[in-house]
């Protein structure tokens, strides 16, 4: 759909370019993404490193004094996640003008607004939106490619379909290119303006931009990728995580994307602001609604985004996408108080992105019997106010007034359903924690803790603060206090006659804990005696396993593995599978499902149909699983299925082959967190022939199949 004028003379065709604005980051990642992986170079390698390979004379500065240590230590994903640098928006130059070279840019151009371009953050600790970092990345992949990043990026474009976008740096003489124009309805000097390529400089019509997205989100379905766009670049851009986003944007920050959920779906998401042109794309990359989206552009400035966000409003009603309460949209919002370089952002995320519901896992319906002391829990009828994960199991359970439940053979979409808080393996935070608003203020007494049913994925530890409003600060109710899986605990508060309404909880790392009491003077001495003495017990065990069989059993006789071999001749064959002989050698931990699952020819059907290790604690942990192949090869690929761990596969796994005696290296440790709920493929290069492979995983986690491809 297009219309109107695209200048004073001339109507908006579909061939018709804008400005996109901040959307050419995501294009511009996902192609500097595929050049790297494609010469071996990951995306955590130091960037001043690369330049110094690069020969370039220009390196990344610290522009905090105390820490030039900063410097060496910005990774090109940190500069696709806003993690390091400075520079809110860069700025542009008018088309009539001649566009500098940008390392002058990123040295600080007084005549342009350029300041130095430098690190003003520890990286990758902090969400800061930098169009900095990706002038930093034009000129790495400059440098590296010893040609301008448009010339590099044709055939790119041209593969994708996308035969109306550029990233041409000049004015695009002879190109049908839409007009900029002020919100005072004056034209744009020089008709509009150029900006730095990647950060903010393509052109494009909306169709070419949709045919991006349509191809990453196909990658990141299938394994083979789509045209130019490798499964694992996509995966690795679409895996969001929040330093400080949601904040900005009510997102969570990818690699040169923002992604959001939906209730069942994720959504991609990127804003765009250049002068005279406003732009946003949002594309459903996952879920029930997966394929469907919009990209919006216009030639305006403030009434432009405006103008955005009602079309966006529009489109999402009208085709009903999952997970957007539409009842939420809003039109009142008040721009005075926001500064000018946040407008765009703050508006999209009132306007649109607040709409969108988080995906709870599933509530718990059938309850157990109500807790004795529930009438003194002043816990209870508590309001949760927000909550840094909650993925496992809902933040809300923890302070239910029924005693907690547990059938083995449930599960959900995130998992085992458990009637606690859970949250998600491999916390990069020091803790997990959840903030409560009680029905009225209240002195504590003393404290319950029970983390029933969580043995060997509980939290280790608990602290419990109050907000002091009158200082302004958290005040201490009940330090640290360790936690034992399947215990009941209990502790007297350091708050003394202190009132307190509003209560944050800390969860040391991450876990399940499940339930919490906050007991008054008014608590029985008795039961505050039982509670207290001793002041942790066991509870009764439990069996967690099912009485039925949750997944099918695989055996095969001699013949049968030499028929299937056979069927497939000189083929590739997954050679670890059951069907053609693999067996599994050991397992190091299967506390929760066994290993023999994993060499399953069957699709796998839920998280009990692999194998799933305990949550360790331990610095330098690892686990591992053996699988001998049904006879030995060399190996072409080898697979690792996570379809059914969306919140507990591995951080990280290494691969090894056993040739002879010895173990050599297949596949380099590797971080494998954004294939969580998807499959990864490493090619092996032929090494061998191997009689074994030996797969690790740091520092625990699960997986649902192990499939190990080569010529039988």
Request: glycine residues 10%; aromatic residues 8%.
């Amino acid at each position: 759909l297009q219309f109107g004028n695209r200048d004073a003379l001339h109507a908006v065709t579909p061939q018709t370019g804008f400005e996109i604005a901040s959307l050419s980051k995501s294009i511009g990642t996902c192609f500097v993404m595929e050049q790297l992986r494609k010469a071996g170079i990951p995306i955590s390698t130091s960037v001043n490193m690369l330049f110094a390979k690069s020969g370039s004379k220009f390196r990344i500065r610290s522009l905090d004094a105390a820490h030039p240590e900063w410097a060496d230590q910005v990774t090109v994903a940190h500069l696709m996640s806003h993690q390091a640098l400075n520079m809110h928006y860069v700025n542009g130059v008018p088309a009539n003008q001649a566009f500098p070279p940008i390392v002058e840019l990123l040295n600080g151009n007084q005549r342009h607004g350029y300041e130095p371009v430098g690190v003003v953050n520890a990286p990758g600790t902090r969400f800061q939106y930098s169009g900095g970092g990706f002038l930093v990345l034009q000129h790495l992949i400059e440098c590296m490619g010893g040609a301008p990043v448009h010339v590099q990026m044709s055939t790119f474009l041209r593969e994708l379909g996308m035969n109306g976008c550029t990233f041409r740096e000049d004015a695009l003489l002879g190109s049908e290119c839409a007009t900029g124009f002020l919100d005072s309805g004056e034209m744009v000097v020089g008709t509009r303006k150029v900006f730095p390529a990647i950060a903010a400089g393509a052109v494009a019509s909306a169709a070419d931009m949709a045919r991006f997205l349509v191809a990453l989100s196909n990658a990141h379905q299938s394994i083979s990728g789509c045209g130019p766009i490798s499964h694992e670049t996509a995966v690795r851009m679409l895996h969001g995580s929040d330093k400080g986003c949601r904040e900005f944007m009510g997102c969570a920050m990818g690699l040169g994307i923002f992604t959001a959920e939906a209730g069942p779906n994720r959504l991609a998401i990127h804003q765009g602001a250049n002068d005279g042109f406003r732009a946003m794309f949002v594309h459903c990359y996952a879920g029930p609604d997966a394929g469907n989206g919009f990209v919006v552009l216009c030639n305006g400035e403030h009434a432009g985004m405006l103008f955005v966000a009602e079309a966006a409003q529009i489109i999402l009603r009208h085709t009903g996408v999952r997970g957007v309460d539409t009842g939420q949209f809003r039109t009142d919002l008040e721009f005075g108080g926001i500064p000018l370089e946040q407008r765009v952002n703050a508006g999209y995320r009132e306007l649109v992105f607040a709409a969108c519901a988080a995906d709870l896992p599933e509530q718990i319906i059938a309850h157990g019997p109500r807790d004795p002391l529930a009438d003194f829990n002043h816990a209870v009828g508590a309001r949760v106010e927000a909550v840094s994960n909650q993925r496992f199991a809902r933040a809300e359970n923890l302070l239910s007034p029924h005693l907690p439940t547990f059938d083995p053979s449930l599960f959900g979409r995130q998992g085992k359903i458990m009637d606690s808080w859970e949250t998600v393996r491999h916390n990069p935070e020091p803790f997990d924690w959840m903030i409560f608003e009680m029905p009225r203020a209240t002195a504590v007494s003393c404290v319950a803790v029970s983390t029933q049913f969580h043995l060997g994925n509980h939290a280790e530890g608990l602290a419990i603060d109050g907000w002091d409003a009158v200082r302004g600060e958290w005040q201490a109710i009940v330090a640290p206090m360790q936690l034992y899986g399947h215990a009941a605990h209990a502790a007297q508060s350091v708050s003394g006659d202190a009132q307190f309404r509003r209560i944050r909880v800390r969860m040391y790392p991450d876990g399940g804990v499940t339930r919490l009491a906050l007991y008054g003077m008014d608590l029985p001495a008795t039961e505050r005696t039982r509670m207290l003495s001793p002041a942790t017990r066991a509870w009764p065990s439990f069996d967690p396993q099912t009485k039925k069989p949750m997944t099918p059993k695989y055996m095969a006789t001699a013949a049968e593995i030499s028929a299937n071999i056979t069927r497939v001749g000189s083929g590739m064959a997954d050679l670890a599978s059951a069907a053609f002989g693999g067996q599994v050698v050991s397992a190091s931990n299967e506390h929760y499902s066994p290993a023999t699952q994993v060499i399953s020819p069957y699709p796998p059907l839920s998280m009990v149909d692999g194998l799933e290790s305990a949550r360790s604690r331990e610095p330098g942990h690892s686990e591992n699983v053996v699988i001998r192949l049904g006879r030995p090869a060399k190996i072409g690929r080898i697979d690792l299925d996570f379809s059914h761990f969306v919140n507990n596969n591995p951080r990280e796994i290494e691969i090894d082959g056993l040739r002879g005696t010895e173990w050599v290296p297949l596949v380099a440790r590797t971080d494998v967190k954004a294939f969580a709920g998807n499959v990864i493929a490493f090619e092996a290069g032929g090494v061998g022939p191997c009689e074994q492979i030996r797969v690790t995983v740091f520092p625990d986690g699960g997986m649902n199949r192990v499939r190990v491809y080569a010529a039988p």
